[in-house]
C-alpha cells in the first residue's frame, strides 16, 4: 500500500525531553526517600502517566506517596524547562520540511498528557505544523497496545498501512507495528530490545537517516507508478 503519512511520536523522537523527564522522576522520588534507578525509570518510558503510576506503585509498594510524587515532579520538570527550554532532535526542522514538501500527511502519537504535548509542541515551536495530534490521556489503552496509532490513522482518515511511524521507545515501536504501521526506531535513552528491534522495518541513528530512508520509499513508488 502506498505510503501517505508519517505518524511521529514527540518526547525522545521529535524533543530532547527524556532526559528532563527522567532526572524529574528521580529527583521526586529520591525526595520522598525512594530509588527510582536506571533501569527502573527504562521501563517507563513511552507509556502514559497513568501506566507509569500503577507501574510505581508496583515497584515501590502501596506505601509510595503518589500524590505528593505527582505534585512534585511538574514542578521540577517546568523548572528545567524554564532554565533549558524544549531542545530538538537534531535534524527534526529538516525531517518536518521534508514531509511537508512531498505532501505527506503528519500525525503526532504521544503519551503524554495534552496540556503537556501543546506545552512541549508550543515551546519548540513547532505547533500547527501536525494535521492531527492524539495524546495519551485521549484513548483508552496506552502504548505498547495499538490504540494510539490507530487512532492517528484514523483521524488522518487512513488506513495505518498507508502510514509511516516513527519511535524511539520499545512500547511506541511495538505499538505502531501492532497497529499494522511500517515502523521506523530512532532509538534515544537505550537500545531496542530485540522485541522491538524485530518489530521495527529498520533501526536508524537519527531523523536524518529516516529522512533519507523514506525518500528512498517515496522513489521507489514513483518508479513503480
Given at each position: 500500500?502506498?505510503?501517505?503519512?508519517?505518524?511521529l511520536d514527540?518526547?525522545g523522537?521529535?524533543?530532547d525531553t527524556?532526559p528532563?523527564?527522567?532526572?524529574?522522576?528521580?529527583?521526586a522520588?529520591?525526595e520522598?526517600g525512594?530509588?527510582?534507578d536506571?533501569?527502573?525509570?527504562?521501563?517507563?518510558?513511552g507509556?502514559?502517566?497513568?501506566?507509569?503510576?500503577?507501574e510505581l506503585?508496583?515497584h515501590?509498594?502501596?506505601?509510595f506517596?503518589?500524590s505528593?510524587?505527582?505534585a512534585?515532579?511538574?514542578?521540577l520538570?517546568q523548572?528545567?524547562?524554564?532554565?533549558?527550554?524544549?531542545p530538538?532532535?537534531?535534524?527534526l526542522?529538516a525531517f518536518?520540511?521534508f514531509v511537508e514538501?512531498h505532501?505527506l500527511?503528519?500525525a503526532?502519537?504521544?503519551?503524554s498528557?495534552?496540556a503537556?504535548?501543546d506545552f512541549s509542541?508550543?515551546?519548540?515551536g513547532?505547533?500547527g505544523?501536525?494535521?492531527?495530534?492524539v495524546?495519551?490521556?485521549?484513548i483508552?489503552?496506552?502504548k505498547?497496545?495499538?490504540d494510539?496509532?490507530?487512532?492517528?490513522?484514523?483521524?488522518?482518515g487512513?488506513?495505518?498501512?498507508?502510514?509511516?511511524a516513527?519511535?524511539?521507545?520499545d512500547n511506541g515501536v511495538?505499538?505502531?507495528?501492532a497497529?499494522g504501521m511500517v515502523?521506523?526506531c530512532?532509538?534515544d535513552l537505550?537500545?531496542?530490545?530485540e522485541?522491538?528491534?524485530?518489530a521495527?522495518s529498520?533501526?536508524?541513528?537519527?531523523?536524518?537517516?529516516?529522512r533519507?530512508?523514506?525518500d528512498?520509499m517515496?522513489a521507489?513508488?514513483r518508479?513503480a507508478?
Amino acid at each position: 500500500m502506498r505510503i501517505r503519512a508519517v505518524v511521529l511520536d514527540m518526547d525522545g523522537l521529535m524533543l530532547d525531553t527524556e532526559p528532563l523527564y527522567k532526572a524529574a522522576w528521580q529527583q521526586a522520588s529520591a525526595e520522598l526517600g525512594f530509588d527510582l534507578d536506571d533501569q527502573s525509570y527504562s521501563r517507563l518510558i513511552g507509556r502514559p502517566n497513568r501506566d507509569c503510576e500503577r507501574e510505581l506503585i508496583h515497584h515501590f509498594g502501596s506505601g509510595f506517596p503518589m500524590s505528593r510524587f505527582k505534585a512534585r515532579w511538574p514542578e521540577l520538570w517546568q523548572s528545567s524547562v524554564k532554565v533549558r527550554g524544549i531542545p530538538t532532535k537534531a535534524g527534526l526542522f529538516a525531517f518536518l520540511s521534508f514531509v511537508e514538501e512531498h505532501a505527506l500527511s503528519s500525525a503526532v502519537a504521544t503519551s503524554s498528557d495534552g496540556a503537556y504535548t501543546d506545552f512541549s509542541l508550543r515551546s519548540a515551536g513547532i505547533v500547527g505544523r501536525f494535521d492531527a495530534v492524539v495524546t495519551g490521556d485521549q484513548i483508552e489503552r496506552g502504548k505498547p497496545a495499538p490504540d494510539i496509532y490507530r487512532e492517528a490513522a484514523a483521524r488522518l482518515g487512513l488506513d495505518p498501512a498507508e502510514c509511516i511511524a516513527l519511535e524511539d521507545s520499545d512500547n511506541g515501536v511495538l505499538a505502531a507495528s501492532a497497529a499494522g504501521m511500517v515502523t521506523l526506531c530512532v532509538p534515544d535513552l537505550k537500545p531496542p530490545s530485540e522485541a522491538a528491534e524485530r518489530a521495527a522495518s529498520c533501526v536508524l541513528g537519527s531523523l536524518n537517516e529516516a529522512r533519507e530512508w523514506i525518500d528512498a520509499m517515496l522513489a521507489n513508488n514513483r518508479e513503480a507508478d
